[in-house]
């Protein structure tokens, strides 16, 4: 089993920043990728950008790119997500997961933490 827990969610006005962290434990091993995904009120899930842990090759979604910057710390088993230049539309639940395989997709990662809520508001 693979536990992953968030923090640093919070309200910040437009244009702020904030920075998520996702601590793991358990089976790390066999990790592939980590990934940070979003729900917004009445949307679906979407993946906002990935990280290949070994590796270290990442992926973005268009709509954050220049702002977000997903990282890892192999020692401290923990995937980041540095939000700058944050704006309304950002607000969601944001959830790190992990995945055994590369993906965008939800369905394909298989250990998710609790979910940490981001509002961007002024």
């Known amino acids: 089993q693979v536990q992953l827990v968030e923090s640093g969610g919070g309200l910040v006005q437009p244009g702020g920043s904030l920075r998520l962290s996702c601590a793991a434990s358990?089976?790390?091993?066999?990790?592939?990728?980590m990934g940070w995904f979003r729900r917004a009120p009445g949307k679906e899930r979407e993946i906002v950008a990935a990280?290949?842990?070994?590796?270290?090759?990442?992926y973005y979604r268009d709509s954050v790119k220049g702002r977000f910057t997903i990282s890892r710390d192999k020692g401290k088993n923990t995937v980041y997500l540095q939000m700058n230049s944050l704006q309304p539309e950002d607000t969601a639940v944001y959830s790190c997961?992990?995945?055994?395989?590369?993906?965008?997709?939800?369905?394909?990662?298989?250990?998710w933490g609790q979910g940490t809520q981001v509002t961007v508001s002024s």
């Open positions: 997961a992990a995945g055994v395989r590369p993906s965008v997709m939800p369905y394909e990662y298989d250990y």
């Open positions: 358990g089976r790390t091993f066999s990790w592939y990728s």
């Open positions: 990280i290949n842990w070994s590796a270290g090759g990442t």
